[in-house]
């Protein structure tokens, strides 16, 4: 796996500041003047495209490409594969982005609206939200199925998903999965504070005296493949991607529903044949907003029964990384993966004491030791599009 995220290049980097409960949420930087209301974000400091990418595709890349280029070639390489190696038409490339190109959206609309220029003649080719992938695929030289998934904050999630549920029905052998997203700019952040979500302080999950989340931005990437193509190469991989569950609510366009929240996690628990109390990390979608901690804690305890609802660790990284809509979930997932491995629950920072409607072990402020077998990873998005992933250990036998 690899990733870009306003901890910086790499799962090393995110993973010790969410394990050492390190915000990475910062002044706002940005290239015009800004009046919003909202001054934070977790940005990804000191990016530069042209360290990551090849001077051939930088006139095509806005960011949201180019740190889906970067945490990709990081996977590779952690996966022992160099650039062609998954080359042909038994390789997947899916990618979750909430948005796609919004800075070249951003700055397409400056341009006409504000200097009534000429707007960038490639801008379509940066924005669309297929120019990850196929930029990608472009550089691997895959053949197979290649595209984006636009679910907002379900993005990463699904891609995920989908990649595995290619391989188990032998579409493909390995795919390359993950999201991206690049919108901490001056009209998506108007946009957000519009909607009345955004706190202006901090980011606080689960706790009395939330007031919303923080956006964030980056990239997270993940190379798949069957237990035995791993062995045939003598590889080890990180972890077992053990199971996937998909639901639409279907009522509200930002109201998140109990039993659609609470069906897609039940039917990830059947996808992995895991029962709940075999659960022992829930890596939370936990925005700090106020109906979705609620309905998602509600959804926890209707799954896995009000003891076992509350003991079970749940906390949410996002007061770390921010909320980084299409990418959150390949984010996340990158830090639960790592939580595994290093038997450690990463904290709910920010947290000041219990909500009563939210009945659930938060991990509140700092991290636990804890041995990790089996974990969750809840994303739920506007719409009512709702994505878990189940990740399990791998045996000392592999």
Not at 5 to 19: I, N
Not at 216 to 239: D, N, Q, V, W, Y
Not at 337 to 363: G, H, K, Q, W, Y
Not at 372 to 385: D, P, Q
Request: proline share 6%.
């Amino acid at each position: 796996m690899g990733a870009v995220s306003a901890a910086g290049l790499g799962v090393e980097a995110l993973w010790r500041a969410a394990r050492d409960g390190e915000s990475q949420v910062r002044e706002l930087a940005l290239k015009r003047p800004y009046d919003g209301r909202i001054k934070t974000a977790a940005q990804v400091p000191d990016f530069k495209a042209a360290e990551h990418v090849e001077a051939a595709y930088l006139p095509i890349c806005d960011p949201f490409t180019a740190f889906a280029i970067a945490a990709a070639d990081q996977a590779m390489a952690q996966a022992g594969f160099g650039q062609k190696d998954l080359a042909g038409p038994r390789t997947a490339l899916l990618l979750g982005t909430g948005i796609g190109g919004a800075e070249t959206i951003d700055n397409g609309l400056y341009t006409y609206y504000r200097e009534s220029s000429r707007m960038d003649p490639l801008s379509i080719p940066k924005l669309i939200p297929s120019a990850a992938p196929t930029t990608l695929g472009i550089r691997f030289s895959v053949l197979g199925p290649t595209f984006s998934i636009c679910s907002a904050c379900s993005s990463a999630t699904q891609a995920i998903g989908l990649g595995l549920q290619m391989i188990r029905f032998g579409l493909v052998d390995r795919a390359i999965v993950g999201g991206t997203e690049a919108c901490v700019i001056n009209g998506p952040m108007k946009a957000w504070e519009a909607l009345r979500v955004m706190t202006p302080d901090r980011c606080r999950p689960f706790s009395k005296g939330r007031n919303g989340m923080t956006l964030g931005e980056g990239a997270a990437m993940f190379i798949l493949e069957t237990a035995e193509s791993a062995k045939a190469r003598g590889h080890r991989p990180l972890c077992e991607l053990k199971g996937y569950g998909t639901t639409s609510d279907a009522k509200d366009p930002v109201r998140p529903d109990l039993e659609g929240v609470a069906s897609a996690i039940a039917a990830a628990l059947e996808d992995a044949q895991v029962a709940p109390e075999e659960i022992d990390y829930i890596s939370a979608h936990g925005t700090a907003t106020h109906a979705n901690d609620i309905t998602e804690s509600e959804a926890i305890l209707k799954v896995f029964g009000a003891e076992r609802g509350r003991k079970v660790p749940v906390s949410s990284t996002k007061p770390i990384h921010g909320h980084a809509l299409g990418a959150s979930g390949g984010l996340e997932l990158a830090i639960t993966i790592n939580a595994m491995r290093d038997s450690v629950i990463p904290p709910t920072i920010n947290f000041l004491e219990p909500d009563e409607r939210c009945p659930v072990d938060a991990v509140p402020n700092v991290a636990r030791e804890a041995k990790i077998r089996t974990a969750m990873s809840n994303s739920f998005a506007f719409g009512g599009i709702n994505a878990v992933l189940v990740v399990r250990t791998l045996d000392d036998g592999f």
